[in-house]
């Protein structure tokens, strides 16, 4: 069993930070630690509370939880293959599936980030390692930000595209969860699902959360671009039968 790590092991400490919609005063500390007592944590402070904008106040606020977790128990599935290099990705691809892999990407829906799809797509990659256009068996297309799922359909149906990275940065109000979604459901509606290896990113993604909206792997912060090259090259041979 496991407990957050504060000052001491098993002491539980965590730091939460939220916005309450009342001007900043002393009662409105009072208001914040009240708050973390009812959540159920222990030994709270207030470590900073001031105003942000009228009639808004923001706190930091240090607490005990008497919560634990069996951490060996947890089933979580991981979509990163053992480390392959650029050269045995390439190899793998030449010998397996004998052509260059067509891979899409774009920041769907509104999602005017590209930071993270670029990192994947582009030559100069993220971290010192490169991105899918530097490898010899992979076409890559990025799209780029604002593309709407339609068109990413619509794209991914014209150049029979081997591979789709949707990216969303952008989660307000579960915006990235709907645009993955609806992009499955149209990927599904066109008979396009099952003829793609289907990848999503950003900062939230999970393996989990990813499977759970129908995707075959979701990819989150740190993601490095041999990554999911590694994912595709390796699922690509049997959907290339």
């Known amino acids: 069993m496991i407990k957050p790590y504060g000052d001491t092991l098993d002491d539980g400490k965590v730091q939460l930070s939220f ?12 208001a914040a630690r009240q708050l973390v ?11 900073e509370g001031r ?19 069996d ?17 045995e990705i390439d190899a793998l691809l030449e010998e397996r599936v004998e052509r260059k892999v067509r891979v899409a990407g774009a920041c769907i829906g509104t999602d ?12 100069k990659g993220y971290q010192g390692d490169y991105g899918l256009e530097r490898y010899k068996m992979f076409e890559r297309f990025n799209l780029g930000s604002q593309v709407s799922v339609e068109d990413f359909v619509r ?3 014209e150049k029979k595209i081997d591979a789709l990275l949707a990216s969303q940065v952008v989660t307000q109000k579960g915006s990235d969860v709907k645009n993955f979604t609806a992009l499955v459901e149209l990927l599904e509606a066109e008979g ?16 989990l959360l990813a499977t759970e909206l129908g995707y075959d792997a979701g990819f989150g912060r740190g993601t490095l671009p041999s990554e999911v090259a590694a994912f595709i090259a390796t699922r690509m041979p049997h959907r290339a039968g």
């Open 112 to 123: 005017a980030h590209t930071v993270g799809i670029d990192a994947i797509l582009n030559m």
């Open 71 to 87: 951490f060996e128990s947890l089933a979580v599935p991981s979509v990163k293959t053992h480390k392959m290099s650029m050269e």
């Open 155 to 157: 794209f991914t149906k």
């Open 37 to 47: 007592v009812k959540m159920g944590f222990a030994d709270v402070q207030v470590a």
């Open 192 to 207: 396009l699902r099952d003829d793609v290896i289907l990848c999503c990113g950003g900062p939230r993604m999970t393996s």
């Open 19 to 30: 916005t309450l919609p009342v001007p900043w005063s002393e009662a409105a500390d009072e």
């Open 51 to 69: 105003a942000i904008a009228e009639n808004f106040s923001f706190f930091v606020v240090y607490a005990a939880t008497p919560q634990a977790i």
